[in-house]
């Protein structure tokens, strides 16, 4: 009876811990697609003009409008895309007058030896963005090869002489061929928390079951005589 009441403790104690987490998780699920609903609307709003002081924190995702000439000189950030293959964002610089930005201007494949330069002053329907993609294993730029490895919006402003602003191209006033505009999304945005909730329930099932298990083992198991 002891040894049942024991199993029974621990198997209660034991589903309800993992209960808790799934239950957790399905909380931090609805948080999440609120989250990314939030950024999807801030990205579809309407662009407005650049403004003077920009937080990459406050302002990341904001739509603007901007207006200026494209600088012939460029970056090239490897990237891949499904059903294309491996190829590069170009990153140019935007001289806007009294400021200078950075602008993602999309995808151009890696057999394609020559990009699109463009006289006269464009405009340019985009997203600010200062993406995360650096971490202890990036490679160093090739900068004989003009490649980078991740779009390092400080070091990239430096080698093109510009504010560390990104603005990542959604439309444009012109036909940038043979570069494909990549919009900014929230595809990137990690949202595991429906699988973990899963695995959290799953386990409280498992746990369940094995304690259930367990008891009727106990019961049926031949008492001892002396």
Same mark, same amino acid.
Do not use: C
């Given at each position: ?13 034991? %589903?309800? &811990?993992?209960? /808790? ?9 609805? /948080? ?8 999807? %609307? ?17 302002? *990341? ?54 990009? *699109? ?12 963005? /200062? ?21 390092? &919006?400080?070091? #990239?402003?430096? %080698? ?16 940038? *061929? ?8 929230? !595809? ?15 386990? !409280?099932?498992? /746990?369940? !079951? #094995? ?9 049926? %198991? ?5």
């Amino acid at each position: 009876m002891r040894r049942s009441l024991f199993l029974i403790v621990v198997g209660i104690g034991g %589903a309800a &811990v993992l209960l /808790w987490l799934g239950f957790w998780q399905v909380q931090r699920l609805e /948080w999440k697609l609120g989250v990314i609903a939030q950024i999807d %609307a801030r990205i579809a709003a309407a662009p407005i003009p650049l403004p003077d002081v920009l937080d990459p924190v406050q302002d *990341s995702y904001l739509p603007v409008k901007v207006r200026g000439v494209i600088e012939p000189a460029y970056l090239r950030v490897l990237v891949s895309q499904k059903e294309t293959g491996a190829g590069y964002r170009i990153i140019s610089a935007l001289d806007m007058g009294g400021r200078r930005v950075l602008l993602d201007r999309g995808f151009a494949r890696a057999d394609q030896p020559d990009i *699109s330069v463009h006289e006269g002053s464009e405009t340019v329907d985009g997203n600010l963005q /200062w993406p995360e993609e650096i971490d202890g294993f990036t490679p160093e730029p090739d900068h004989t090869g003009n490649i980078w490895f991740a779009r390092d &919006v400080a070091a #990239m402003a430096q %080698a093109l002489g510009t504010e560390p602003i990104l603005v990542v191209a959604k439309q444009t006033s012109f036909d940038d *061929s043979p570069v494909t505009p990549l919009p900014v999304d929230t !595809a990137a945005i990690t949202n595991d928390h429906l699988s973990y909730a899963i695995t959290w329930f799953s386990l !409280a099932a498992i /746990w369940v !079951a #094995m304690t259930l298990a367990f008891i009727l083992r106990a019961r049926r %198991a031949p008492k001892q005589t002396s």
